[in-house]
Nanobody, 118 residues
């Protein structure tokens, strides 16, 4: 079984910054890809924010966050951080971390709330 835990959400003013962290753990964990998604208050659909294929340089960013958000990984610790800069009110959402293993099993964290408001 794989556990996925997010941390770092909170309330921030427009233009501010936050750093989210996702940690994956479990026996014989072999990660294929880790990703950050978000779910907006008015829409149940989860939007892919950014992802990274493990042991590669392949990263993806949604166009709405490109240039403002940066993901970084620690392969030894199985963590994926999301550094968010120049936050906007429309970035307000529940942010989830997803882990896909080499066997293509998918695990989600419980989510961490990010609220951008003055």
């Amino acid at each position: 079984q794989v556990q996925v835990v997010e941390s770092g959400g909170g309330l921030v003013q427009p233009g501010g910054s936050l750093r989210l962290s996702c940690a994956a753990s479990g026996s014989a964990l072999d990660i294929y890809v880790m990703a950050w998604y978000r779910q907006f208050p008015t829409n149940q659909r989860r939007e892919l924010v950014a992802d990274m294929y493990w042991n590669t340089d392949m990263k993806y960013y949604h166009e709405s966050v490109r240039g403002r958000f940066t993901i970084s990984e620690d392969g030894a610790k199985n963590t994926l951080d999301l550094q968010m800069e120049r936050l906007k009110p429309e970035d307000t959402a529940l942010y989830y971390c997803k882990v896909v293993t080499e066997s293509r099993d998918t695990y989600w964290g419980q989510g961490t709330q990010v609220t951008v408001s003055s």
